[in-house]
């Protein structure tokens, strides 16, 4: 079954930085957008960053200047760089693919 699997969550204070991955099985990942999405405690999960399979990016105002999102069609794999990091960045993160299921995400906690 295709799947996603997130990672590279962790615990960083306030101005950090995290690289987030985002593995994808199968054959498909080449030509397939790649959505970020965060969900804060508490809060429905929103929509941070996109990228095309062309490599074409779009952000959410929260994180304009902050994360940058990237791919690496030969190895199925996508990256969220998320530097500047703020306590309200906290919560976890998960990849989108259409058509393969949600994973389980990668928490990410913001504190000093």
């Known amino acids: 079954q295709v799947q996603v699997v997130e990672s590279g969550g962790g615990l960083v204070q306030p101005g950090g930085s995290l690289r987030l991955s985002c593995a994808v099985s199968?054959?498909?990942?080449?030509?397939?957008?790649i959505f970020w999405y965060h969900q804060a405690p508490g809060r429905q999960r929103e929509m941070v960053a996109s990228?095309?399979?062309?490599?074409?990016?779009d952000y959410g105002d929260s994180v304009k200047g902050r994360f940058t999102a990237s791919r690496d069609n030969s190895h199925n794999t996508g990256y969220l760089q998320m530097d500047s990091l703020k306590p309200d960045d906290t919560g976890v993160y998960y990849c989108?693919?259409?058509?393969?299921?949600w994973g389980q995400g990668t928490q990410v906690t913001v504190s000093s």
């Open positions: 989108k693919v259409p058509s393969i299921p």
């Open positions: 990228i095309t399979s062309g490599g074409t990016t």
């Open positions: 199968g054959n498909i990942f080449s030509g397939v957008v």
